[in-house]
């Protein structure tokens, strides 16, 4: 089975901090990405990554950034940390080549609450 | 540029009755399609993909939906609704945007099941 971790289920930080959320695939998947779930609003892509060391801005990129050092691993970075910024972050990863590869895989999410 | 509607942010139906949730997308390529399942406090898992193949897709739990390109239209289906089928369902879209496959989500379905 695929497994996505994601390093915390729940996390407290104050307003300016610079936060870590990071996420590990063990399935040697080549696509990583960034989501944030907010209520009504269903998901909204961050950041993804097709290949290490590479990134390309989604829907709402803006106070994030990310890091991919190595295939298994996709770190998202909250610079300083604001109250808007309070919500659900999922990971997800997928594989490439092949229609069948193209369904996501999702972690457990964390639920991030800036104050 | 792709989008995803899903038709109602909430659906009630009874147990035993019949579930159906509407999902309708743009996207300039023929896409592959997805729907998703989100129960409390989880991730995403996949409940079925269209990539081309039937028309007519089934997935697990007893759901099924169909593609319908006329339509633009995606709609999961189950014949017989359950208590454990109560969670938040995402439809989603990976179609082709600057080159590479780009997802994008639905806002949501919330499905409350009577008994």
């Known amino acids: 089975d695929v497994k996505v971790t994601q390093s915390s289920r729940y996390l407290v930080k104050r307003t300016g901090e610079k936060v870590f959320l990071e996420c590990v695939q063990d399935?040697?998947?080549?696509?990583m990405f960034w989501y944030r779930q907010d209520p009504g609003l269903g998901l909204r892509l961050i950041y993804f990554s097709y290949d290490v060391k590479m990134k390309e801005k989604g829907d709402i990129p803006e106070g994030y950034s990310v890091s991919r050092e190595k295939k298994e691993r996709f770190s998202l970075i909250l610079e300083s940390a604001s109250t808007n910024q309070t919500s659900m972050y999922l990971c997800?990863?997928?594989?490439?080549?092949?229609?069948?590869?193209?369904?996501?895989?999702f972690g457990p999410g964390t639920r991030l609450t800036v104050t | 540029a792709q989008s995803v509607t899903q038709l109602g942010s909430h659906v009630s139906v009874s147990e035993g009755a019949l579930v159906l949730l509407r999902c309708n997308y743009s996207s300039s390529v023929p896409p592959y399609l997805f729907w998703y399942v989100q129960y409390p406090n989880q991730g995403l898992q996949l409940l079925l993909k269209?990539?081309?193949?039937?028309?007519l897709v089934k997935g697990i739990n007893g759901f099924e939906a169909e593609f319908k390109k006329s339509e633009t239209s995606f709609h999961l289906t189950k014949p017989s609704a359950h208590m454990s089928d109560a969670a938040e369902y995402f439809c989603?879209?990976?179609?082709?945007?600057?080159?590479?496959?780009?997802?994008?989500f639905g806002r949501g379905t919330s499905l409350i099941v009577h008994p």
């Open positions: 399935m040697d998947h080549e696509n």
């Open positions: 997800a990863s997928s594989g490439s080549g092949g229609s069948a590869s193209y369904e996501q895989y």
């Open positions: 269209y990539t081309s193949a039937a028309t």
């Open positions: 989603a879209v990976m179609g082709l945007g600057g080159g590479s496959y780009i997802p994008t």
